[in-house]
């Protein structure tokens, strides 16, 4: 199955990705994991990207959309594909269905997790103790939920009609999150 795993920053997307990962024998397709690994080996991508991965801001939406074009069209993920954090822009949502189309696939859920602002601040306060992530200081968090609310609120519009979407709520605990997606799974 190939799923997307949607929501503001702090909403649990990554969670709930290693969730599904485990239990369906997949792949997670976390964008901001291959970013920061640019970053970490110093590539010409991770060079390009670290200020605005520094300050909340997206990357542009070229150098992702290359970076999951080699993940779609490997042959060993094939319909084994959980996406956390892509698409983040409609222009990324299209080319998701291209690359989908081209290489004979479709999406199969689409997992939306609601979450309040209070609880993404007091999630990324918490997780930034846990993972020490450069962007996750209390004024980069504002930023990154200002830029979802203005960029990617537009990719809620272009699935929120689409049968194969589920709104959760991601204000819930982890485990009666996971029992929620486990529920449309096993449809
Ligand atoms: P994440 O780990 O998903 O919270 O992403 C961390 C950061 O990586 C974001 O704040 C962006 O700077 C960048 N990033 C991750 N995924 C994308 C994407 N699909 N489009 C643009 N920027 C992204």
Do not use: C, W
Request: a neutral charge; charged letters at 35%.
């Amino acid at each position: 199955m190939n799923i997307i795993i949607f929501g503001p920053p702090g909403a649990g997307k990554g969670t709930q990705a290693k969730y599904i990962v485990e239990n369906l024998n997949s792949f997670q397709v976390s964008t901001g994991d291959m970013l920061r690994d640019e970053i970490k080996k110093d590539t010409d991508v991770g060079k390009k990207i670290i200020n605005n991965m520094n300050e909340g801001k997206f990357v542009e939406d070229e150098i992702v959309n290359n970076l999951l074009e080699k993940v779609v069209f490997d042959p060993k993920k094939k319909n084994k594909l959980i996406f956390d954090g892509y698409p983040r822009t409609v222009n990324q949502a299209k080319n998701l269905d291209n690359l989908l189309l081209k290489s004979h696939q479709k999406l199969h859920h689409i997992f939306f997790l609601n979450v309040d602002k209070d609880t993404i601040i007091k999630r990324i306060e918490k997780r930034k103790i846990l993972e020490k992530r450069s962007d996750d200081e209390s004024d980069t968090i504002l930023k990154r939920y200002d830029i979802y609310m203005s960029k990617t609120k537009p990719v809620l519009d272009y699935y929120s009609s689409k049968e194969e979407f589920h709104e959760i709520d991601g204000n819930l605990k982890i485990e009666e999150i996971s029992a929620k997606i486990q529920e449309f799974l096993n449809v």
